[in-house]
T-cell receptor, first 116, second 112 residues
Framework: DAGVIQSPRHEVTEMGQEVTLRCKPI?????LFWYRQTMMRGLELLIY????????DSGMPEDRFSAKMPNASFSTLKIQPSEPRDSAVYFCASSFWDPANTGELFFGEGSRLTVL | GDSVTQMEGPVTLSEEAFLTINCTYT??????LFWYVQYPGEGLQLLLKATKADDKGSNKGFEATYRKETTSFHLEKGSVQVSDSAVYFC???????????FGTGTSLTVIP
């Protein structure tokens, strides 16, 4: 079975450039999460969607960050303009609603972003 | 609000040593509790879970028991291997929704 697929795996860009990270969740999952992981701050939730609708974006650091989910099988996280402090590993994860709340998060392999 | 606190790392152990990584939680209601593991260069993956008080989750020789009286979910393994070297995250899912809360992670290095 295909898991959560993220692209690109690695991205190196220069400050000021636009960066777009992509995610394909597991088919049938109705929740999608974007996380950022750094040594300093650990794993941070940026935003999550339910049935393609953004539910909580309070973790998005600032207006330079935006996320969309145009359909159930695709989401993007965009940074424009990028800054060196955005360098991190960005993870996408998906899950399905479970009435017993025993659900599990399935993570992609991450996109490692380096902004020079 | 809901939160998870886990012991600071890094932890370094010799092969076959006993492992404990402490995790405590704060939550309203009755959350489900998880341990996730992240191997180098990979995403997080579920290691084990427990959905109600006194449940014990186990996998790959790791165990954790959901203790409501102490609001804890400590991870243990009797004999660690080099291949267990990874970062371990304690997490909960709130029973008020599908919001996951992760601890800060504990890095484990096992030396031969």
């Amino acid at each position: 079975d295909a898991g959560v697929i993220q692209s690109p795996r690695h991205e190196v860009t220069e400050m000021g450039q636009e960066v777009t990270l992509r995610c394909k969740p597991i088919s049938g999952h109705d929740y999608l999460f974007w996380y950022r992981q750094t040594m300093m701050r650990g794993l941070e939730l940026l935003i999550y969607f339910n049935n393609n609708v953004p539910i909580d974006d309070s973790g998005m650091p600032e207006d330079r960050f935006s996320a969309k989910m145009p359909n159930a099988s695709f989401s993007t996280l965009k940074i424009q303009p990028s800054e060196p402090r955005d360098s991190a590993v960005y993870f996408c994860a998906s899950s399905f609603w479970d009435p017993a709340n025993t659900g599990e998060l399935f993570f992609g392999e991450g996109s490692r972003l380096t902004v020079l | 609000g809901d939160s998870v606190t886990q012991m600071e790392g890094p932890v370094t152990l010799s092969e076959e040593a006993f492992l404990t990584i402490n995790c405590t939680y704060t939550a309203t209601g009755y959350p489900s509790l998880f341990w996730y593991v992240q191997y180098p260069g990979e995403g997080l993956q579920l290691l084990l879970k427990a959905t109600k008080a006194d449940d014990k989750g186990s996998n790959k020789g790791f165990e954790a028991t959901y203790r409501k009286e102490t609001t804890s979910f400590h991870l243990e393994k009797g004999s660690v291997q080099v291949s267990d070297s990874a970062v371990y995250f304690c997490a909960l899912i709130s029973n008020t929704g599908n919001q996951f809360y992760f601890g800060t992670g504990t890095s484990l290095t096992v030396i031969p």
